[in-house]
């Protein structure tokens, strides 16, 4: 087999062979005509590779080593040399010059080969980092503390009592601690309790806008981006829930953990109180 492999019996038909392996040549093209080779389930023995031809005989890998290495294959001189020919000598003897370079491993994650700290950073990132379809928001009207805290609501991460027993956390109850008819959750403790739609209802009356129940943060964000303001009227609206959440959840804390029961009448005025501190620092309006 081995010795008509050499004179291409499979490949052209040669009529230097007998006519049974013409036939048989004959037959194996007509079954690769109709889907089935035969030929790729054939694997060169290499041997002392002096029968083996170093860049088109498939002896390594599932491509030839000229399809593989088409830039080092034009540079040899000898493009017959068989396996034994490029083992016993040096690999670039017959090339017609010496390769330039030398760089066999290069970065793929930009596309240039280049090493880049932020290709990494974004791989990291993408794999560690929890991800999700709302986009980050960022107010310049409030302080960094109360941003961090609505990234947080928006992406559910507040240890409210329904997260902290998804941790495995011990608590007493699942409870909304202000009204006591709910699960504490994110949704529930900042959109649907009783107090959270009382100060909702007080905001919308305060900015002369529609009243809307509301059961999340989604449900919140939808409606905010179908209210009509100015850029920067609508930048400081958001900066006022952004303080009504913190407060919310200030009040709620305090009740459970305070030495003494908040009040809860002062909290939409505390949440005006700061939002006009807060806002009118940074962005120069008054609030009537």
Request: aromatic content about 14%; hydrophobic content about 40%.
């Amino acid at each position: 087999m081995d010795k008509y492999r050499s004179k291409q019996v499979f490949t052209n038909g040669s009529s230097s062979c007998s006519s049974t392996w013409k036939s048989i040549a004959r037959e194996v093209h007509a079954l690769k005509a109709q889907g089935v080779d035969l030929l790729s389930h054939c694997r060169i023995r290499v041997g002392n590779g002096n029968r083996t031809s170093f860049w088109t005989d498939l002896w390594v890998g599932d491509i030839a080593l000229c399809h593989l290495f088409p830039r080092a294959f034009a540079l040899e001189y000898v493009k017959n040399a068989t396996v034994a020919d490029k083992i016993n000598g040096s690999l670039q003897d017959s090339f017609r010059r010496n390769p330039r370079g030398g760089i066999e491993e290069y970065q793929d994650m930009n596309g240039d080969g280049t090493f880049s700290v932020k290709d990494i950073r974004q791989v990291l990132d993408e794999f560690f980092l929890p991800k999700t379809e709302i986009a980050t928001r960022w107010v310049k009207y409030v302080p960094i503390k109360l941003n961090v805290f609505a990234w947080m609501v928006s992406l559910d991460r507040l240890p409210t009592r329904s997260n902290l027993v998804h941790r495995n956390v011990s608590v007493p109850s699942l409870l909304c601690p202000i009204c006591l008819n709910a699960t504490e959750d994110i949704s529930h403790v900042l959109f649907s309790c009783p107090l959270s739609v009382d100060v909702f209802r007080l905001i919308c009356s305060w900015w002369d806008l529609t009243w809307t129940p509301l059961g999340s943060y989604l449900d919140w964000l939808t409606w905010f981006k179908s209210v009509w303001l100015n850029v920067k009227l609508k930048g400081v609206l958001e900066g006022v829930f952004y303080v009504s959440w913190w407060y919310i959840w200030s009040y709620m804390n305090k009740l459970m953990f305070g030495d003494h029961t908040p009040r809860k009448d002062v909290i939409f005025d505390d949440i005006v109180t700061f939002s006009f501190n807060w806002c009118h620092s940074r962005c120069r309006i008054s609030f009537s």
